[in-house]
């Protein structure tokens, strides 16, 4: 199913290695990726602004 037709979604925590953070990054802007890429940036863009407005906590 679509992630836009999805009428829930679940949270997992997981802490991942910086290896495996790149190979999502990879994955989610490869050809094996839907081809639609506004929602990938905004989604990139929002998880920078998150880390961001964490350190500046300190946590």
Partial sequence: MEGWKLRRGEWTKECLSEDEIW???N??????SANRTSYKYCFIKSLLEN???LMKKGT
Avoid: D, G, R, V
């Fill in 23 to 25: 190979a999502k990054f």
């Fill in 27 to 32: 994955h989610i802007f490869s050809t094996k």
């Fill in 51 to 53: 880390i961001l407005t």
